[in-house]
Structures are given as structure tokens and as C-alpha cells.
């Protein structure tokens, strides 16, 4: 009895040991994935925190999502190693220097992408170099080591920072605003569409009109509201542009789009008097306790997931090296403002929202809103017809979420005839959203709400469409008539007849042109005013804030009325009007006047070297289906950049357009825009051409069939 004693002392000794290993493993491991993977997201978010405010993310999931960020990632690879140990001890250790050295590489690879980069084989191979390097002498040095230990304390002190340090702490432990009073009585409902992307040129005919016949939706209310023809935002980008709509005040920086922040807003000026029927994209300003917010209708496990991929998408794209980066999935079609430095696209995340199930969302909120005893405010803000470009203007899809080709779609093109085609891509959605509006609209009339309610139609920024630009919504002195001339129309109760208002209104003048028109006052003070009082009525000059610096943008009246015609002007010369016809929209390119010529009418050669991509959708075309292959794009061999193409269809030129590169990839490329009328059901010929001959005589030379 007394000889066990002793022995199970070194036992106990031997476990106490092996425990305080592992947990020094463990230690280790979650430094060296903290600083790969935790810390990069971390400040990432720190700089755009809209990311987060876009998902409408609860406080809770803000917090777990970021402690299981940085505890289960070596929580997961201690894991692995201790299976390994029930095999051989050994095997444990190599694996644990295999870790090491992974994480490590990870760690430099994401420090060299963000001091600049290095070429793609080099990058792997010095952060592999380096990842071995730093397991070596963790294997071999004991200070290493001890210093690992020393920073056992980073994993913790990066996750508090994250979260309790402004302005992810206003997201992780929010506020929420209640309902105010308001002064007045109002039994009007009030119905709101914020549209995105949305230029007021993007609408105009050659009259000075809404163009009726590519965009009858608009141009209804043009025929039965208040149109306020000079309009504009007082931002270019969502997370600011969209609260100064809600709440009637300029943003300021550090402001985030949640309800914290924007307490006197549309939603709880109207809390007391209205039922609300709100649908954000991407903000959260409405507070829980007055709205239902959709987004958070998935599980926890989904949100999570859901999380993860999109922040798992955009450590990719800061780890990578730029041949594999080009190859991911685009973030940067998407909203936001993810500001990252090199390797990281300027945008965050969105995917959800904004490439799938736009229609829905919009038809949702459309059958919500309904008569009752109390009135109802509904508000919808619709990523339309915002990138990504993916629908007909008859709600029919052309492509799903991502570019068929990475990157065709956020290009800085400075070949003119891809610049022409993503603005054609632009209009052509812009169609769907008039069909959106349209279906409200007839919705509104047969519940017999139509007439009673206030109705308010804007839109938060516009996009720019100029040869060698990337940014197409970074407002500047070159084209801001671009992007902050935007549309807005007032319908008020019982109004029928449309008028044309010349005052140049702001976006923070929505809401108080709102309580103007319902003849009440919010009992707060807001820096808009209401587009028809005397302040507004006289101003003569625009000012916009610019993106981050808030410094003010200055024009007259008299530069922006010839910037705003400038830009009108040449969407006609390339697009013309509606009553050109539906296909007018598709001449564009090198040679529109071949449009719908029969390919026998000319001389044929035959090549080689086009490969399209996708090319079985052609053999399986059905009319009645939600999709239509009209997006034709594909990879040349032989053939550089700057050639003329044409597509032709069953026999008959579709579109014409030019070879080109991306500044991502040196293969040269083709894609271009087909009507939907081209197609015909079940089995389809596509064809690539190069043009060649003159003007007079053009030859096609036959490059590939699909």
C-alpha cells in the first residue's frame, strides 16, 4: 500500500505536464491563427463596420461570431494533432510543426499583400519559405518559444479591442430608439421606394421626359406627382446616402446605418401613428422593437454560416496572390465599403441581398402593404438596379451571381465598347425595376391606396459610366451630374395631376418635404428642409459631400445643368429613346448597323480560336423559363485585343462588339449583349466572327460555333 504512493505521484506529475503542454500548444496555435485570421477580419471591420450593419447582425452574433473566430480555428487543429497522438506521439509533433508552419505562411502571405504584393509564384513560395522557417526555429530555439508564450495574451486583447472599442461596439452592444411624438394628426399612408444606382439620366428622352415606353412606371408618376426634376444626393455610397434619406440629416463620419445612431428617423417620427412594413438592404435603421426585420427570420446556425462565407471570401481575396485572387469569386459587385489595402476589393460582401432574390424581397414587401384601421408606413429600399447586372427587363435572369468570366463586370475599361456594354447591362436592369414599380403601383390601385397615400420614389446615388474608371460610384468634379442627379417624385394624397418642380432638392429634404406634405411637424430638428419651402426653392448651388473626407463638393446651378444635359445627351447618342424600338438598346458596338443582317449576305471565311463559355445553355433554350442565355462571352485564341466581332444567332447578327483583355489576365476575351428575340426554343446556333473588309464590304471570318 504504501509502495503505490510514490508512484502514482509521478503519474499525476506526468499528467499535470501533459496538460500544461497542451494547453501551451494551444496557446501557440491560437497566436499564430489570430494573427492570420482574426486580426485581419478584425480590422477590416473596424474600418467598415457597414458590413455588418448591412446583414442587420444582432449584438449576439456579433460577439460569438468574433470569440469563435478566434477560439475554434485552434481549438480544431489542436484537435487533429491529439487524434494524431493516440496513433504515435510523434505524428502529433510533426503535425503541430506542420501548423505552426501554415499559420505562419498565412501570416506572412497576408503582410506582403498588404505592404504591396509580390508576384503570384513568388508569394507562395516566400511565405512558404518563411512558414518553415518559423516552425524550424519554434522547434529549435527556446526563446521562440518564450516568446510565443509572451504573446499567448493577443488571441484575448484583439478580440476585446474588437469588440468594445468604437464603432463595432455601438454594433455589438446596440441601443434601440423607441417611437417619438409628432405634432399633427395624419391618417395618410405613406409608401417609400428608394431605388440604388439609380441616375435620373438613366430615365430621360429626348424631350426632357421620363422616356414611357422603355420606362412606363416612372413615367406614371411623372404624370401624377410632384417631380423634382433637380434633384440630388448628398452622398455617393449606401451606408451614408440611405440614413440621410431616412432621417433628414447630412452624414458625418463615424456614423454607422443602424438606429443608434440615427434615433429621429422616418421610422420613429411615424412609430406611434403608422404600422410599419419595412424592408432594409442594407442598413438597420428601423428598431427591432417597431420593425420585423426579414434578415434575421434565419437560424442562428445560417446567419453564422452565411457569415462566415462571405467573410471567409473576403480573407481569400487578402491572402491570395493575384493569378489565384483573379480566380475567386467577385466581392467588388457588391455594396459596401471595405477598405482593405492591397489584395482586397473596395467593397464588402453583400451576396445574399444583392445576387439573389431581389424580385422576391420586392414582391414581398409589395404584398405586405395593405388597408387598415391604422395607417402604414412601407419602405423599401431595393438593391435595383444596382450591380451585379443580371435581369431582362422582363424579370427574366441572364446570368446568376457571378461574372461568368471573374471580373468582366468591374473592369476600368478603356476600351469604349465594354464601357458602352455595362451601361446597356445598367439600363436593361433598369427596366426590370420599372416593372418592379409598375407591379407596386397596380398593387397600390387595387387595394385603394393609390389615391390616399403619400408616395415617395427616389433614389440614393447614381453610377457613372466612363472609359478608364473602376470606381463607378466615387462621386468627382467629372462626374458627379452622374451620380448624385437623381430621381424624385412626390405624390401626395388625393394629388393626380404631375407637376414639374425646378427647386434643387437634396436627399435630406425627403423627409421633411414628408411632414410638409401631411401638414405635420416632427418635433426635432433636421438639417433637410422641405423641396417646396422658400429655402429650397431658392438655392442655386449644389453641394455633395465626397466619400470619406466629407469635404464638400461646389457646383452653380449653371455647371450642373450642363453636366446633367452632357450626360442625358450621350446616353441618347448611344441608346437613343424607346420608341426606337426594343433592339435599339443592342446598337451598339463597332458595326450596329449590322444588327439583324442574315449571316449568307456576306463573304465567310472560316478560323478558329473562340471558345464560348457555357456554350450548352444554347442547345437547351426554353422561352418559358426564368433564364435566357443572352449574356454570349468567351476566350479567343490567336486573336488580340481591339479586333470587331459579331455574334450572330441562328443565322442572323445579334450584336457586334470588340476583342478585349482584362487588366487582371492577359487572355484576350469577347462578350457581349444579345436580345432575348434572337433566341428560339430548344436547340440554338451561336456563332463569333471577326469583322474584316471595309465599310462598304464587310467580311466575317468564322472564329468559333457554339
Not at 72 to 78: D, K, Q, R
Not at 228 to 257: C, K, W
Not at 427 to 449: N, S, V
Amino acid at each position: 500500500m504504501t509502495a503505490t504512493v510514490p508512484a502514482a505521484r509521478p503519474v499525476a506529475a506526468w499528467r499535470s505536464a501533459a496538460v500544461r503542454a497542451t494547453l501551451w500548444d494551444y496557446l501557440h496555435l491560437a497566436v499564430l491563427s489570430s494573427f492570420a485570421l482574426a486580426q485581419p477580419l478584425f480590422a477590416l471591420l473596424h474600418k467598415s463596420p457597414e458590413f455588418l450593419a448591412a446583414r442587420g447582425a444582432l449584438g449576439f452574433d456579433i460577439v460569438s461570431f468574433a470569440i469563435v473566430l478566434v477560439v475554434l480555428p485552434p481549438a480544431l487543429l489542436l484537435a487533429v494533432e491529439l487524434i494524431a497522438g493516440l496513433i504515435d506521439r510523434r505524428a502529433r509533433r510533426a503535425l503541430h510543426l506542420a501548423f505552426v508552419a501554415a499559420l505562419a505562411a498565412l501570416v506572412a502571405a497576408g503582410a506582403i499583400n498588404r505592404s504591396g504584393g509580390i508576384a503570384g509564384g513568388v508569394l507562395i513560395v516566400s511565405s512558404a519559405a518563411i512558414g518553415i522557417a518559423a516552425a524550424v526555429a519554434y522547434a529549435r530555439i527556446a526563446v521562440v518559444k518564450s516568446f510565443m508564450n509572451i504573446l499567448s495574451a493577443a488571441p484575448v486583447l484583439f478580440l476585446a479591442l474588437f469588440l468594445f472599442t468604437a464603432p463595432v461596439s455601438g454594433l455589438a452592444f446596440p441601443s434601440q430608439p423607441g417611437a417619438r411624438s409628432i405634432a399633427g394628426a395624419v391618417r395618410a399612408p405613406i409608401v417609400v421606394v428608394l431605388f440604388d444606382e439609380l441616375p435620373l439620366s438613366s430615365l430621360m428622352d429626348d424631350h426632357g421626359h421620363v422616356d414611357a415606353v422603355r420606362f412606363p412606371a416612372f413615367a406614371e408618376l411623372e404624370r401624377t406627382s410632384t417631380w423634382f426634376r433637380n434633384a440630388y444626393a448628398v452622398y455617393d455610397s449606401t451606408e451614408h446616402a440611405q440614413p440621410s434619406i431616412m432621417d433628414g440629416d447630412y452624414p458625418a463620419a463615424g456614423e454607422l446605418p443602424i438606429a443608434s445612431d440615427h434615433p429621429a428617423s422616418v421610422f420613429t417620427l411615424f412609430g406611434k401613428t403608422h404600422r410599419m412594413n419595412v424592408s432594409e438592404e442594407a442598413t438597420a435603421l428601423c428598431p427591432r422593437g417597431l420593425c420585423k426585420d426579414a434578415r434575421l427570420a434565419e437560424s442562428y446556425g445560417e446567419r453564422m454560416k452565411s457569415m462566415a462565407s462571405d467573410l471567409g471570401l473576403v480573407w481569400l481575396h487578402m491572402v491570395s496572390p493575384a493569378g489565384l485572387e483573379a480566380k475567386l469569386p467577385s466581392v467588388s459587385d457588391n455594396w459596401g465599403n471595405f477598405a482593405g489595402g492591397a489584395g482586397v476589393p473596395n467593397t464588402a460582401n453583400v451576396q445574399a441581398n444583392l445576387t439573389a432574390a431581389r424580385k422576391g424581397r420586392f414582391d414581398d414587401w409589395v404584398r405586405a402593404i395593405t388597408p387598415g384601421a391604422r395607417p402604414q408606413l412601407s419602405l423599401k429600399h431595393t438593391l435595383l438596379p444596382h450591380v451585379p447586372w443580371q435581369f431582362l427587363p422582363d424579370a427574366k435572369l441572364y446570368k446568376g451571381g457571378n461574372d461568368p468570366i471573374p471580373g468582366l463586370s468591374n473592369e476600368s475599361y478603356k476600351d469604349a465598347t465594354q464601357v458602352e456594354s455595362l451601361y446597356q447591362r445598367h439600363l436593361l436592369q433598369l427596366g426590370f425595376a420599372d416593372r418592379e414599380l409598375g407591379e407596386l403601383l397596380r398593387h397600390l390601385k387595387r387595394e385603394r391606396l393609390f389615391d390616399k397615400s403619400l408616395i415617395v420614389v427616389t433614389a440614393d446615388h447614381g453610377v457613372a459610366f466612363n472609359v478608364g474608371e473602376r470606381d463607378r460610384r466615387t462621386i468627382t468634379r467629372e462626374n458627379a451630374e452622374q451620380i448624385a442627379s437623381i430621381p424624385l417624385f412626390v405624390k401626395a394624397p388625393g394629388q393626380s395631376d404631375g407637376t414639374v418642380n425646378g427647386a434643387y432638392a437634396e436627399t435630406v429634404d425627403i423627409v421633411p418635404t414628408i411632414f410638409d406634405v401631411l401638414n405635420v411637424r416632427p418635433l426635432v430638428r433636421m438639417d433637410g428642409r422641405s423641396a417646396f419651402s422658400p429655402e429650397v426653392q431658392r438655392r442655386r448651388s449644389i453641394r455633395i459631400l465626397q466619400r470619406r473626407t466629407f469635404r464638400p463638393l461646389r457646383f452653380t446651378a449653371a455647371e450642373w445643368e450642363r453636366g446633367k444635359a452632357a450626360a442625358v445627351q450621350r446616353k441618347l447618342r448611344l441608346f437613343g429613346v424607346g420608341r426606337d424600338g426594343p433592339l435599339r438598346l443592342f446598337r451598339i458596338g463597332p458595326h450596329p448597323e449590322l444588327l439583324s443582317r442574315p449571316v449568307r449576305s456576306f463573304a465567310v471565311e472560316q478560323s478558329e480560336g473562340a471558345r464560348f463559355v457555357d456554350a450548352k445553355a444554347y442547345g437547351r433554350v426554353d422561352p418559358r423559363s426564368q433564364t435566357v442565355p443572352s449574356w454570349v462571352t468567351g476566350y479567343l485564341e490567336g486573336v488580340p485585343a481591339g479586333r470587331d466581332l459579331a455574334v450572330a444567332v441562328n443565322g442572323r447578327i445579334a450584336a457586334t462588339t470588340t476583342s478585349f483583355q482584362l487588366a487582371t489576365a492577359k487572355q484576350t476575351l469577347f462578350a457581349a449583349m444579345v436580345p432575348e428575340s434572337s433566341f428560339g426554343a430548344g436547340r440554338n446556333v451561336v456563332e463569333l466572327f471577326e469583322l474584316g473588309g471595309t465599310a462598304s464590304k464587310v467580311t466575317l471570318t468564322r472564329l468559333g460555333t457554339a
